[in-house]
């Protein structure tokens, strides 16, 4: 049997997306698959069909032996050609190919009527880079993003250097030797990556944090830059911090500005416009602050108005710059730390050019969206007042603010969040984290919210991909039931026990807790002591269990198997750790800590995709309470 596959347009993400049809239906089926031109009568025809819809909008309509695969912008006609794969029965259990499940399909699937016709439920559906990662695994997760209905991916900073040099540093892996980056290496990885979003068709989001650095001299190329020192000719520029003006922490990032002095406002407007001019492949330009709190200038002009306010003048000014260069760029701005404070008098003037972006980062993830009482649970949001804020965890005190910027601001918005950025090493069990996820998306439109873009580690995949699995396939339809999700998933992923496994990891996660490991509550606690005690038995005990399937499976399954226990052998050390924490048992839990980070770094080379070394230990030595890090190169 032969089957041919035609595209309507001559575009690089229709072409690709034939081309990953031919690929995938090669492997599931004996057929003959070929690639035609814009042939009218080829087996199946991959379309971009524009219209004036914000959402994207999938069609496929197969009968009569023919099928076409109707997208309205080209990246939802890739999405689309996931989608029909996804009905053949593939699965995309995990970045890289190798995880794909793709199941033996009879050469005549196309004689069965088939009818599709979907709008996705939300505009923005994207992760941001985090973490510590290889190119290889950024272009992977890339890759991996459409075929679960992600259409957005964020690099943050001018590029992906800071998290490139984590990884090929090995910084917290003293076992790994260090791999030199090049200059010319460096440009040829970033490439790849800004490649692997353009042929794909994603949205591009970029930058974030930086400008301020930037005005000041220093490139956001290189993130966290650090150890540095302001000269002094640049000292008007920074913020009045307790009488002096000079870098917090001799770091840029974390530096504020004078935004009283006209010189700052005109610079940085300048920096940004240039770089809009010089990359209009950015469809989403993020233009944030410091990444710091508490460190906003005191100047006596600054003391008579609010961070925010000022922002919102800025953003203005912007606009009016991008306006006279005609560049039609979509300015991100954020609701962070002092910018969550909504301005007391300064609007914007035209919403059409921006997108508002709400981080509640220290927000629990112990409950969703979808539990907070909206009648009676919103208190008001706290005045602001000048370097003396507290960010909170609930979620009611977030949403607070957010509903303040909204009586001002109703254009295009989403939620920037964080379920793995951090939240998710305290869920050892991922389940918890996963329904979260879930709960919060099919609740983002009663807050108004077009979207939802995932601040995370790239290698969240131990023990399971499902809270990514989840988060794509949700924000793609949110009717989509989480208890379906998962069967659909752990049958995918280990094969007739995977109901098995979902209860194992299910209650892993009912004695984990996401707030304990990041530091909010108490260390001292009894009740968390025998919970994560609990996790240890769990994990030993399912050994037996790892030992009679692993002989049994093949392929992806087997693989997944092997994460499986990797994970039972590597948390059933942190819950141990973790239970000394809980009972107070300091020594002990160092002495633990000290044998998990071991085992970890030991094994990163094996386990490499699955679990970010370099990160783990950062998020627990900042909030769990352990101390021991990686002795320095």
Request: with cysteine.
């Amino acid at each position: 049997m032969l089957i041919s596959i035609a595209t309507n347009r001559a575009d690089q993400t229709l072409q690709f997306a034939a081309e990953e049809l031919q690929a995938h239906l090669t492997k599931m089926t004996p057929a003959k698959i070929t690639l035609v031109g814009d042939t009218p009568n080829a087996t199946i025809r991959v379309n971009w069909v524009a219209d004036d819809e914000t959402l994207d909008h999938v069609v496929i309509d197969q009968r009569d032996g023919r099928c076409a695969i109707t997208g309205n912008r080209p990246v939802a006609a890739l999405i689309g050609v996931y989608e029909y794969l996804h009905h053949l029965g593939a699965r995309f259990l995990r970045p890289d190919k190798a995880h794909d499940l793709l199941p033996a399909v009879s050469a005549e699937f196309l004689l069965d009527d088939y009818h599709y016709d979907h709008v996705a439920s939300y505009k923005h559906r994207g992760v941001c880079i985090e973490g510590a990662d290889s190119v290889e695994n950024i272009v992977d997760f890339i890759d991996w993003l459409p075929k679960n209905g992600y259409n957005s991916f964020f690099v943050q900073f001018e590029n992906s250097y800071t998290f490139l040099k984590r990884w090929y540093d090995h910084e917290s892996n003293n076992y790994l030797e260090r791999e030199a980056l090049s200059t010319a290496t460096i440009t040829a990885m970033n490439n790849a990556i800004d490649q692997a979003i353009q042929v794909r068709g994603l949205h591009h989001h970029r930058v974030g944090h930086g400008w301020t650095g930037e005005v000041l001299g220093y490139s956001s190329k290189f993130g966290w830059e650090s150890g540095v020192t302001l000269p002094k000719e640049k000292e008007p520029l920074v913020a009045l911090v307790n009488g002096k003006r000079a870098l917090i922490n001799d770091t840029p990032i974390f530096t504020s500005l004078d935004f009283a002095n006209p010189e700052v406002n005109e610079k940085m407007a300048r920096v940004i416009v240039d770089y809009a001019a010089t990359h209009q492949n950015v469809d989403y330009l993020h233009v944030w602050l410091s990444d710091a709190n508490n460190n906003i200038c005191e100047c006596d002009i600054c003391q008579k108005t609010t961070p925010s306010d000022q922002y919102v003048e800025f953003l203005n000014l912007l606009d009016e710059k991008l306006t006279a260069a005609d560049l039609d760029t979509k300015i991100c701005f954020l609701l962070y730390h002092e910018l969550l404070f909504a301005p007391q008098h300064a609007k914007i003037k035209h919403p059409d050019r921006f997108t508002m972006m709400f981080a509640p980062i220290s927000r629990t993830f112990e409950k969703s969206y979808a539990d907070v009482d909206y009648e009676h649970g919103i208190p008001a949001a706290t005045p602001y007042v000048r370097n003396d804020i507290t960010l909170p965890n609930s979620l009611e005190a977030n949403l607070a603010f957010l509903f303040d910027w909204q009586k001002q601001f109703n254009g295009d918005s989403f939620v920037y969040d964080y379920p793995l950025g951090r939240a998710h090493y305290g869920d050892l069990g991922y389940m918890r984290i996963s329904e979260i996820i879930s709960r919060d998306i099919k609740f983002l439109d009663q807050l108004h919210l077009n979207g939802y873009i995932s601040c995370q580690e790239l290698r969240s995949g131990l023990p399971t991909t499902l809270p990514n699995y989840v988060m794509g396939r949700t924000l793609w339809d949110k009717s989509a039931d989480y208890n379906d999700l998962c069967d659909e998933y752990f049958t995918a992923a280990f094969g007739d026990q995977g109901g098995q496994v979902r209860a194992y990891l299910q209650a892993i996660s009912d004695h984990s807790s996401s707030d304990y490991f990041n530091a909010i509550g108490p260390r001292h606690n009894p009740e968390m002591g025998q919970r994560f005690e609990k996790i240890v038995s769990l994990t030993t005990d399912f050994l037996a269990t790892v030992n009679q399937a692993l002989p049994e499976t093949t392929g992806v399954q087997r693989q997944n198997w092997r994460v499986l226990d990797y994970h039972r052998q590597a948390y059933g050390q942190l819950a141990l750790a973790l239970a000394d924490i809980a009972n107070d048992q300091t020594s002990l839990a160092e002495a633990e800590w000290r044998g998990f980070v071991d085992f970890i770094k030991l094994h990163e080379s094996q386990f490499q995709p699955y679990l970010d070394v370099y990160r783990i230990i950062e998020v627990a030595t900042n909030y769990a309470g352990f101390q021991y890090k990686d002795p320095v190169k």
